[in-house]
């Protein structure tokens, strides 16, 4: 009986850790999130500005290479976001998406991607 009382207490112990854990991982990786997202935010600032009339093609261009520049910067805080919680590789795979796509088609992702991180519920779920 000695027995399996020790043994359920070790059992509740690591599960106890294993919570505490894992909400630590996902507390980082939140905070992670967020930091990518002050890089998001710059970057989406520039590239409006891209899009006000009356640039010159040079202009709209060198916006638009700085956008992407600021971008990419947010790319580190969104892998490590990733490696602590797998739910914000949609911010990581967005943010990389940037160097195919025209971040004009990404602006609605995100900004929703950082809002969910900004929220007072940060969670992407899957």
Do not use: H
Request: glycine share 6%.
């Amino acid at each position: 009986m000695a027995r399996l009382t020790r043994s359920l207490v070790v059992v509740a112990t690591l599960s106890v850790a294993g919570v505490s854990l894992a909400s630590c991982g996902t507390s980082a990786a939140v905070s992670d999130a967020r930091k990518s997202c002050v890089e998001v935010k710059r970057a989406l600032v520039i590239e409006q500005q891209s899009e006000q009339p009356g640039l010159s093609g040079a202009r709209v261009r060198t916006l638009e290479a700085a956008a992407l520049s600021e971008l990419l910067k947010g790319t580190p805080s969104a892998a490590a976001a990733t490696s602590a919680d797998g739910s914000w590789n949609a911010l990581m795979t967005t943010i990389n998406e940037a160097e195919r796509v025209p971040l004009a088609n990404l602006v609605a992702s995100l900004t929703r991607l950082c809002r969910v991180a900004d929220s007072s519920t940060p969670y992407l779920g899957s």
